[in-house]
C-alpha cells in the first residue's frame, strides 16, 4: 500500500501527525461531556388540558376525544394514549422512531391550537410538552427547617433557584414540595351581608385596581414626558385600601369587610428530607454537559449560600447524578485498566519490543477514537466506553499481524525500512478484510431502528471509531516504529512463553485434529448435536429486554384508594419513612406528599399531581448486586403490611420507557365491564409466583360530592347558577382574581376566600351565603345541597379505544418472558365477551419492537460479511467454510448465558451479532493459509493439518486478548453489558475450540479449487 510507503520513508511527518492526532484525543477527552446514560431524541409529546369542576366522563366526551380526533390526522403516529380524571386530560402522543422530534412538535402543537377554541369554555389550559431524556434533574438539594415557615423557605428556595441558573450549563432550577405563597383576602361574609356588597364588586374592584395601563406620553416644549398610570399593586396596604363600595357619604375599603394578608395555598403538596420538614431545590443541566465539572460549579453556589443561612435552616446536598457517573465511569475505567494489563500479559509471547510496539497501537487508536466520538457530537458515558473496553480485545489485531511479519521479515535478513513496507504491503489487503467483516457486524447495529438503536447506539459507534483507527495505525505508524526498533537477530524459535505454546499445540492440538480428520462423520455429528442443544436452552434462559440500572437510588411510590384526603396520603407516608430510618443501608430520602418527586432518571416519568398519592425518592450508600436485592425483598414484604394503600417499590431500569416489565391492556367499551374484565387480570397475575406491586387502575370506583341545586327556587329568587358555584368555590377552594408582583418581578396569587386552615374542610359549608335579586344575602344550604355520587377513578384510552392497563413487578430471580407466557396462558383460559379483547404491552410490546430491528440487523450483518468473504475468496465453497464457524460461537454463547443466570436480553443479542464478525475474522486466518499452501504444491490432507497447527497460535493470541478485554465487563456482574461480554466471551472460546476441528474437516469434504483466492495466487 502506498500509504505504508509513504508513512514509513516520511518519519518526520509520520510522527508529527500522529502527535497531532494524539494532542487531539487528549484534548477531546477532557472536553467530551460526560453522562450516565445516552442522550435520547424521543419523538413523543404529551397534550395536558385543565378543566376545572368537569369529571372524568365528560372531559373524555368534550376535550380528550376531540382532541384525539384532531391528533389522529397526523402521520407516523405510533401510539395515542389517554388518562382521563376529574378536572384534566392527559394525552401521550408517540411517533414512529426516526421522526424528527421538532417537526413532529410544530404539527402537534399546531393541530392542539387549530381544536383549542372549539372546546368547552371551562378549559383553562391546553399545554403541549415534549418529552426529552434530557430533562431530568441532575442534582437535588433540600432546605430543611422544622420552624420556618412555608413563605420564608420558599424566598429561600428562590433566592437559591436563581443562583443557581446563574451557572453556565444549567438550563433550569426548580423549587417544589411546599404550597405557594400568596395574597389571601379573607372575607368577613357578615359584614358583606350587612353592607349588601356582591361578591362580583369585590372581584371586579381588586381586578380593575390591579391592571397596568401605559398612559401614553405628552410634549411640553422641548421635553417630552411619559405619564405612568396607578399601575400594580405595590405592597400589601395598596390591597387592603382597595375602594369596593361606596355613596355620598363614605368609602368601603377592602379592608372593611376583608383581612388580607400573605399566607400560603392549601396544604395540598408538601415536602420532607429524612423526615424533616423541607422545600426541595432541582437544577437541571443543558445538554451535552460534563457533569462533573457543572458539579462543582453547583457545590460552590451551595457553599456560599449555606454560609448565608440563619441557623434555624439548613441546606443539605441530598442527590448528585455526577457521583453516579463518576462512580459508574471510574469502576469502568478501572476495568479498562486492567483489561489493558491483562491484553498484555497475553501478547508477551511476540517478545518484549514487538509486545511493546503492539501495545502502543492501543492508546493511539483509543485517542483517535475519542476525538472521532467527540466531534460526531456523542458523549461519554457508561455504553460508550463499554464499546472501547470491547474494542480493547479487537484493535491490536491487526498490530500483531503487522508486527509479527515484519519480525519474521528482518528474521530473513530484509533492511528495517524495506522489512516495514513489503512485509505490511503483502497482508495490507488481509488486514483491511479482516476489519471490513468486522465493521460488518457493528455497523448494523448503528442503523438499529426505534428506542433500543438509539438507546445503545454510542457502543457500537465507539466500537467502530476505534477499529478503523486501529487499522490506520497498523498499516501507518506501526511499520514506521517497527523499522525504527525491531532486530533481525532473534531467535526463530521466539521466546519462552512462545516455545511453551508451541509445545502445547503440538501436544495437545495436532492429535486431537488428526482424529478429527481421521473420523469426519462423528465430528460434524458431535457439532450439530452441540448446535441443537444449545438452541434447546434458549426457551430455559428466556428473554428479557433491558435490565435494572444497578444505581443506589429508587423511588417508593404509595397511592391510596381514590378520594383519600392528604393527611391519611401522608400518614402512609410517614409510615414508609420510619422504616426507612431503621434501615442501615439507606443514606437519605426525599419525600413528596400530594405529588411525585421531580423527573431523576430518563426513563421515570413522573404521576399527576393528587391528594392520594405520594413518593420518597431514596438513595443506598453503596450499589451494591449482591446485597441490594435482598434489600428490596425485605423492604417489599415490609411495606405490604401497611393497610389502605399501594406501595410500589421500583428500581430504576435501563432503555426506553415502558409501563412495566409485565402489563396487561383490556378493551371494552363499557367502564364497568372494563372494570371487571381488569379485576380479573388482576386477580390472574397475584395468583402468579414471582409479581408484585400489581396496579389497577379501575379496582375502586371513587366517591365526590355533588352540588345539586334547587333551580326553580334559585331563579324565582333571582340568584344565578354561576353565582351559586362561585360562592361555593369561594368557601373551599378560593377565587384567584389577580397576581401581586413584587419589586422583584415575582409574581403571586391573590385569592378570595373564606376564612379557612391549611386545608378546606366541609365547615364553611354552613357560612355559604348568596346574594339575591333584592340585594339580601341567603344561605346556600336553602338553595342546594350536597350528595354523594360515585364514579370511574380514571378513564383510560388506548389509539383512541377505552381500555384499562393492569400492570406487575417481575421479583429477582424470576424471567419475565417465562412469568409473561405463564400470564398469556391463564388469560386465554378466561371467558372474554363479544367485543371485548385483551393485549400485553410492556415489555413484550417493547421486545417485539427491539427484536424486530435487530432481526434485520442480523440479516445485513451476515449478508456483509457473506458479501467480502465472497470477494475475498471468489467462490461460494471458501465462503461457507469460513462461515460455518458462525453457529460454533452460538454454541458457547447460549451456554455461557445458561451457566451464568443471565436471560436472552437486548444487549446480550447484540453480543451476537458482535461475535459473528469477531469469529469470522479468525476463520479466515485458517482457511486464506491452507489455500496458500496447496497453491505452493502442498497435498490437501497436509495443507489442512499444517495450517491448523502454524495458525492456531495467532488465533489463540487474538482470543485471548479478546477475553481479557471482556472479563473485567463479565466479573462485574451489571445487568446491562455483562450478558454482552458473557455472550462474546462464551462464543470466543467454543468457536476457538470447535472451530480448529470443525473447519478444517469441512474444508477437507468440500476444498475450494486452487487458486481460487485472488490474494493466494499473488502470493504463490
Not at 389 to 408: H, K, Q, T
Not at 875 to 882: C, K
Amino acid at each position: 500500500m502506498k500509504i505504508t510507503n509513504l508513512t514509513v520513508r516520511n518519519s518526520q511527518f509520520t510522527l508529527i501527525v500522529f502527535v497531532c492526532l494524539i494532542a487531539l484525543g487528549v484534548t477531546s477527552f477532557r472536553s467530551i461531556p460526560r453522562m450516565e446514560d445516552p442522550a435520547m431524541r424521543v419523538p413523543s409529546f404529551s397534550v395536558v388540558a385543565i378543566y376545572p369542576g368537569a369529571n372524568a366522563t365528560d372531559i373524555e366526551q368534550l376535550v380528550a376525544r376531540p382532541l384525539e380526533d384532531a391528533l389522529k390526522e397526523l402521520d407516523d403516529i405510533d401510539k395515542l394514549r389517554a388518562t382521563v380524571k376529574d378536572g384534566f386530560a392527559y394525552l401521550t402522543l408517540d411517533f414512529t422512531w426516526g421522526t424528527d422530534p421538532e417537526e413532529k412538535y410544530d404539527e402537534v402543537l399546531r393541530q392542539v391550537n387549530v381544536e383549542r377554541p372549539k372546546l368547552p369554555s371551562g378549559v383553562v389550559e391546553v399545554d403541549v410538552r415534549k418529552w426529552q431524556t434530557t430533562n431530568v434533574a441532575m442534582m437535588q438539594v433540600a432546605l430543611v427547617s422544622p420552624d420556618a415557615s412555608y413563605a420564608r423557605l420558599q424566598d429561600l428556595a428562590d433566592a437559591l433557584r436563581k443562583r443557581f441558573e446563574r451557572v453556565d450549563g444549567v438550563r433550569q432550577a426548580r423549587r417544589h414540595a411546599f404550597p405557594e405563597k400568596q395574597v389571601r383576602v379573607s372575607l368577613d361574609i357578615d359584614r358583606l351581608t350587612q353592607l349588601r356588597i356582591p361578591l362580583g364588586q369585590i372581584v371586579n374592584a381588586l381586578q380593575g385596581a390591579n391592571v397596568s395601563i401605559a398612559g401614553g406620553s405628552v410634549e411640553a416644549g422641548d421635553r417630552r414626558f411619559n405619564i405612568k398610570t396607578s399601575g400594580n399593586y405595590a405592597d400589601l396596604d395598596e390591597v387592603r385600601m382597595t375602594p369596593i363600595a361606596g355613596d355620598a357619604g363614605a368609602v368601603v375599603y377592602l379592608k372593611d369587610v376583608a383581612d388580607v394578608r400573605w399566607t400560603t395555598e392549601d396544604l395540598e403538596t408538601f415536602g420532607r428530607y429524612n423526615g424533616e420538614r423541607a422545600v426541595f431545590v432541582t437544577v437541571r443541566p443543558r445538554a451535552q454537559q460534563n457533569l462533573s465539572v457543572l458539579s462543582q460549579a453547583l457545590r460552590t453556589e451551595v457553599e456560599a449560600f449555606r454560609s448565608s443561612l440563619a441557623g434555624d435552616v439548613r441546606l443539605e446536598i441530598g442527590w448528585d447524578q455526577s457521583q453516579n457517573v463518576e462512580r459508574r465511569l471510574g469502576r469502568l475505567q478501572e476495568d479498562f485498566l486492567f483489561a489493558f494489563a491483562l491484553v498484555l500479559l497475553t501478547v508477551l509471547p511476540l517478545g518484549l519490543r514487538a509486545s511493546v510496539l503492539v501495545m502502543l497501537s492501543i492508546p493511539l487508536s483509543l485517542a483517535m477514537g475519542v476525538a472521532a466520538l467527540y466531534f460526531t457530537g456523542f458523549s461519554l458515558n457508561q455504553l460508550s466506553i463499554v464499546g472501547f473496553v470491547i474494542a480493547l480485545g479487537l484493535l491490536v489485531d491487526d498490530s500483531i499481524v503487522v508486527v509479527e511479519n515484519i519480525a519474521r521479515f528482518r528474521r530473513m535478513g530484509t533492511p528495517p525500512i524495506e522489512a516495514a513496507v513489503r512485509a505490511t504491503e503483502q497482508i495490507a489487503v488481509a488486514v483491511a478484510g479482516t476489519t471490513a467483516t468486522l465493521l460488518f457486524a457493528f455497523l448494523p447495529l448503528l442503523m438499529l431502528p426505534g428506542g433500543p438503536g438509539q438507546y445503545i447506539r454510542s457502543l457500537p459507534v465507539a466500537v467502530v471509531y476505534t477499529v478503523l483507527a486501529s487499522m490506520v495505525v497498523a498499516l501507518t505508524i506501526i511499520p514506521l516504529l517497527a523499522s525504527l526498533t525491531l532486530r533481525g537477530n532473534e531467535k526463530p524459535e521466539g521466546n519462552l512463553l512462545l516455545r511453551l505454546l508451541h509445545r502445547g499445540i503440538e501436544s495437545g492440538y495436532r492429535p486431537v485434529l488428526h482424529w478429527c480428520m481421521q473420523h469426519r462423520g462423528i465430528t460434524l455429528g458431535a457439532a450439530a448435536l452441540l448446535i441443537v442443544g444449545s438452541l434447546a436452552l434458549v426457551p430455559r434462559i428466556g428473554f428479557s429486554l433491558f435490565p435494572k440500572a444497578g444505581l443506589p437510588q429508587f423511588l417508593v411510590q404509595i397511592e391510596m384508594e381514590e378520594g383519600a384526603s392528604v393527611a391519611a396520603t401522608d400518614a402512609v407516608a410517614r409510615r414508609v419513612e420510619a422504616l426507612l430510618a431503621q434501615r442501615p443501608e439507606v443514606a437519605n430520602y426525599f419525600t413528596t406528599v400530594g405529588d411525585s418527586n421531580p423527573q431523576i432518571y430518563y426513563n421515570e416519568v413522573p404521576q399527576a399531581a393528587k391528594a392520594s398519592v405520594a413518593e420518597l425518592f431514596v438513595s443506598l450508600k453503596v450499589a451494591n448486586s449482591e446485597s441490594n436485592p435482598r434489600f428490596f425483598d425485605e423492604l417489599r414484604s415490609e411495606v405490604a403490611k401497611l393497610p389502605g394503600a399501594q406501595i410500589v417499590v421500583k428500581e430504576l431500569e435501563n432503555g426506553p420507557p415502558i409501563e412495566a416489565p409485565i402489563a396487561v391492556r383490556v378493551f371494552a367499551e363499557n367502564i364497568d365491564q372494563i372494570a371487571e374484565l381488569a379485576a380479573n387480570v388482576e386477580r390472574v397475575l397475584r395468583g402468579i409466583p414471582g409479581t408484585h406491586s400489581i396496579t389497577n387502575p379501575v379496582r375502586i370506583r371513587r366517591t365526590d360530592l355533588r352540588l345539586v341545586i334547587d333551580k326553580p327556587k334559585a331563579a324565582l329568587l333571582g340568584v344565578p347558577e354561576i353565582e351559586i358555584d362561585r360562592a361555593v368555590r369561594l368557601a373551599f377552594g378560593g377565587l384567584d382574581v389577580s397576581r401581586f408582583r413584587e419589586a422583584d418581578g415575582d409574581e403571586y396569587d391573590i385569592q378570595l376566600a373564606l376564612p379557612r386552615g391549611e386545608r378546606a374542610t366541609l365547615e364553611n359549608w354552613g357560612r355559604i351565603q348568596v346574594q339575591s335579586r333584592s340585594g339580601a344575602y341567603l344561605p346556600l344550604a336553602q338553595l342546594a345541597r350536597l350528595q354523594f355520587e360515585s364514579a370511574p377513578p380514571v378513564i383510560q384510552r388506548f389509539n383512541r379505544e377505552r381500555s384499562a392497563t393492569v400492570t406487575a413487578l417481575v421479583a429477582d430471580g424470576f424471567n419475565v418472558d417465562q412469568l409473561t407466557r405463564r400470564t398469556g396462558r391463564e388469560l386465554e383460559r378466561l371467558s372474554w365477551p363479544t367485543g371485548t379483547r385483551w393485549e400485553f404491552g410492556g415489555e413484550v410490546e417493547s421486545r417485539s419492537e427491539s427484536f424486530g430491528g435487530l432481526g434485520s440487523a442480523v440479516v445485513i450483518a451476515a449478508f456483509g460479511i457473506l458479501a467480502i468473504l465472497v470477494l475475498e475468496f471468489r467462490s461460494f465453497r471458501g465462503t461457507a467454510i469460513v462461515a460455518s464457524v458462525i453457529p460454533l460461537g452460538v454454541i458457547g454463547g447460549l451456554l455461557a448465558l445458561w451457566l451464568t443466570g443471565y436471560s436472552l436480553s437486548f444487549t446480550a443479542a447484540i453480543g451476537f451479532v458482535a461475535l459473528i464478525g469477531i469469529e469470522t475474522k479468525n476463520s479466515i486466518l485458517l482457511v486464506d493459509f491452507t489455500n496458500q499452501l496447496r497453491a505452493q504444491g502442498v497435498g490437501l490432507k497436509e495443507a489442512i493439518e499444517r495450517a491448523g497447527e502454524i495458525r492456531f497460535l495467532p488465533v489463540v493470541l487474538t482470543t485471548l486478548t479478546a477475553l481479557g478485554a471482556l472479563a473485567p465487563l463479565a466479573l462485574q456482574r451489571s445487568g446491562l453489558y455483562s450478558p454482552l461480554a458473557i455472550v462474546i466471551m462464551g462464543g470466543l472460546i467454543s468457536s476457538l475450540l470447535l472451530s480448529r476441528l470443525v473447519t478444517p474437516v469441512l474444508y477437507s469434504l468440500m476444498p475450494p479449487p486452487n487458486g481460487e483466492s485472488h490474494r493466494t495466487a499473488e502470493k504463490a
